[in-house]
């Protein structure tokens, strides 16, 4: 039913689609600075019920079940200010369509914030994995220098909700995470002083389509950004990278090839080295894997150009705490190590993690599977695992294509999780294993609420079987 006109002509309402954290904080915000403001959940439960009576008591109209079609603006176009969309609409939706024929503004949570924020100095970081550790790692490496640099955006804090704050006359960096559905919305509007490109590899083809049309909008950032720093390991990146607009360029890597094309690197003595200088060694770094040492050099690039010294820099780096359910040690004890790397949500991520393992581990994956290459997982699992347990809905999936790379050790399929634990206690117990790994390599979404879930779900399910108090880095 559409939606009933009891305002003033004159007055313009400003639509918020979605009540996650960043519509909430977009409501908030927008209030804040007098709009008028509606927002429509398609989605109701209790949670939800209470987020609508604490926005009510601001003067914000909330309906809940309310779904995002076209008809029901029919009424009121001409009162339209802006429609606020939640990053999980794809902005080729049917109504979005409509609306902007009719030259409605459709914009982002982002774009609001970037609105209010744009004369503080931004970090945009994006990629298909690695940002959020970037994201996190930069951050942490800034704060603990004295410059007030939240992590925010697609993790942390919601940027709108930085708007809101009062603090936020007092920031000195806006660190970012942007997700290629936050930067599709706000193409040509957000203007980082620094962008940083983690990855790129084939993931939510279901949204973008192609794979030229996610590299485009991943790269639409990069274009935008005053300063550029780019992954060279990245297989894709590399590819493109006479294509791409100049920048700064990392590896991990020490022949000649690649550093002729980078300005930082790591030497065979396991030094960072800055256009040919030693910087600082890698001795202290405590996260696993090749990924992460590009992430770290990613973040020490942007650390640099913003001028910290290598001696500041490293001095973060020995505070520094990783984010859970990325390669968290959450037990150890009699030669066993036992890794939550839940966050590994598509193939790719999942190589990286497999890859940071020394010996052979026992690999738990499962979920919804995603578009993407498997062949490079199948070859790790047949090079490394010593066994694989598998669970959810691509567990006959997944299966198929590991026996069919030609794995010869154990494979075995489970409904859930706990039924994996439970076993993978007992085959631990019956045989020697130095590492059981958490990979997932798909999405939650078949049987939890985000890899977050997922991860502490598992977390609670190996400290009850194993009886441990485990632990967290």
């Not at 780019?230 to 550093?259: A, H, P, Q, R, V």
């Not at 770290?296 to 150009?305: I, P, Q, S, Y």
């Not at 973060?316 to 959450?330: D, G, V, W």
């Amino acid at each position: 039913m559409p939606i009933k006109n009891n305002s003033k002509k004159e007055e313009k309402i400003n639509f918020v689609i979605g009540l996650g954290r960043s519509g909430f904080w977009a409501a908030k915000y927008l209030r804040s600075i007098g709009k008028r403001v509606i927002v429509w959940e398609s989605k109701e439960n209790k949670e939800l019920l209470e987020t609508k009576e604490i926005l009510e008591k601001i003067d914000i109209s909330v309906c809940l079940n309310k779904q995002f079609l076209f008809d029901e603006f029919s009424t009121c176009l001409k009162q339209i200010e802006s429609i606020v969309v939640s990053p999980a609409i794809p902005f080729d939706h049917k109504t979005i369509i409509k609306l902007k024929e009719r030259g409605i503004v459709v914009i982002g949570e982002i774009n609001i914030a970037w609105e209010s924020l744009k004369n503080i100095n931004w970090i945009g970081i994006t990629g298909t994995n690695g940002k959020t550790t970037v994201t996190h790692l930069l951050s942490h490496i800034l704060r603990e220098n004295n410059l007030f640099a939240p992590f925010a955006g697609n993790i942390g804090t919601p940027l709108c909700e930085i708007a809101y704050s009062t603090k936020s006359k007092n920031i000195d960096w806006i660190v970012a995470e942007l997700s290629s559905f936050q930067i599709e919305i706000a193409t040509d509007c957000i203007k980082p002083k620094i962008g940083i490109w983690t990855t790129f590899t084939p993931d939510h083809l279901d949204r973008h389509k192609t794979l030229d049309n996610y590299f485009e909008i991943k790269n639409s950032l990069l274009k935008q950004s005053e300063f550029r720093i780019y992954n060279y390991d990245d297989k894709y990146l590399k590819e493109n990278f006479k294509s791409l607009l100049n920048g700064i360029w990392i590896t991990t890597n020490s022949n000649e090839l690649d550093t002729d094309h980078c300005d930082y690197w790591i030497n065979n003595e396991h030094f960072i080295v800055e256009r040919r200088e030693k910087l600082l060694s890698l001795k202290n770094f405590k996260l696993k894997g090749n990924h992460n040492t590009q992430n770290l050099l990613l973040a020490v690039a942007a650390a640099r150009k913003i001028g910290l010294s290598p001696e500041r820099i490293k001095n973060a780096l020995l505070s520094y705490e990783q984010l859970p359910h990325r390669m968290e040690t959450i037990f150890q004890h009699d030669e066993l190590e036992i890794i939550n790397d839940s966050k590994a949500t598509n193939f790719d991520s999942s190589v990286a993690g497999i890859n940071a393992i020394k010996g052979s581990p026992i690999i738990i994956s499962g979920g919804r599977l995603k578009n993407g290459d498997s062949i490079e997982w199948v070859k790790i699992i047949n090079k490394k695992a010593k066994a694989v347990f598998l669970f959810g809905e691509s567990s006959q999936t997944l299966k198929k294509l590991i026996l069919e790379g030609g794995f010869k050790n154990d494979i075995l399929t489970f409904n859930d999780l706990s039924e994996v634990i439970n076993y993978a206690y007992s085959y631990i117990k019956n045989n020697q294993a130095e590492t059981l790994l958490f990979s997932p390599s798909c999405s939650s979404f078949d049987q939890f609420r985000d890899y977050e879930q997922r991860g502490d779900i598992f977390k609670k399910l190996i400290h009850e079987k194993f009886n441990i108090k485990f632990f967290a880095h």
